[in-house]
């Protein structure tokens, strides 16, 4: 199968956790009202989803490991559209936070199922392509699901939203049925100990190399979803642009997200991966001290927001080449490897930025020298990444990392 076809068929899955989130966003002053509720309240539907999408992955990624990536992911499917289907009947909140639980864990099956499968397939320089490749087709996600909801609410209530998404997985599992599995190269399920779907953990959790990377995508998610918690403070509140203003400038973000990414392709045919890693670190740790140092000279919202766009930006080139050295060294692990690169991300990421949001509304330079700090941990992690990565392949080829 072409990369592209591939990306293509995986970045359409992938598209299912931020659709889930981002889709019924326009809906909650009408979940509110149908509830009876405070609009406030309906947020806890999303703070459950979230937790439990970055928690379960931990249960989903050896599983998948041990019986195979297509019962795991259809599992998956199965589980988030029936959670989905439930939520529109749901009549409580109670009700709804428990649905969409459920949905997140079917989610959780369906995402970490997907840097497994590139992982099966492709590792070093083609496996970061191909996760660029994704990400630029998972870029069109984020950017049309509050459109797609808008639509949903146009047609009918907001449980349209969530029959849409009930409709989509189970197209998903149709697609990939016929389009997808038949043509991949099979991959060959662990079968070890049920014990050591536990035990496996040891092994990425030693592995110093591959917990670099997963650090980097931690510390570089922190920093994006400071950004992304604070977003409407910044430019709704603190520089009082209208809403519209402020989704022109959210959409930036994704436009250089993908510039970033079309350029990270070719420079990958002349770099390694790790070294790109690094360079993006830095230029994003630059454009944030940068950031911090006009908000302290208390700049206009154009000296303020260029210096935003280019530090969420450099997310397009350094996610995909961090995920491709974070999987490189467990391919009979891969599953296990991505569990925890997934549930690190979302609850660490997410702890800092419900820290953040505690102390109520915050000044906009202590919001940036929180992504400052963030990113300064991430550049001393990534300076050393690339003799890192030269050492461990040296010491321990990535054949001989088994199972306990």
Known sequence: MSHLRLALLLGMTVALAPLAIDAYL?????????????????????????????????????????????????????????????????????????WRIAQALGGAFCAVSIPALVRDQVSGQDAARLFGLIGLIMFIAPAAAPALGSLMLALGGWQWIFLMLAGYAGCLMLILNLALFPTLNPQTPTKTPVATLVTNYLLVLKHTTTMRFIGIQVLCFSMMLLFITHSSFIYQEWFGLSKGHFSLLFAANIGVMALVNLINRPLLRHFPSAVLVRALVILQCLALAALTVATLLDGSVWAVAPFIILAIGFQGGIVPNNMANAMEFFPKLSGTASALLGASQFTIAGAISSVSSSFGDLSLPTIAAGMLACSIGAVLLAWGAPKAVRQAKRSEPTDNIQAY
């Open 26 to 98: 326009p809906a909650f002053p009408g979940i509110a009202d149908w509830l009876g509720i405070p609009h406030s309240q309906v947020g806890l539907t999303l703070s459950a989803y979230l937790m439990t999408l970055g928690l379960a992955q931990l249960i989903g990624g050896p599983l998948s490991d041990r019986y195979g990536r297509k019962p795991i992911l259809f599992g998956g499917l199965f589980v988030f559209a029936g959670g989905a289907l439930m939520v529109s009947f749901a009549d409580t909140l109670p009700e709804m936070v428990f």
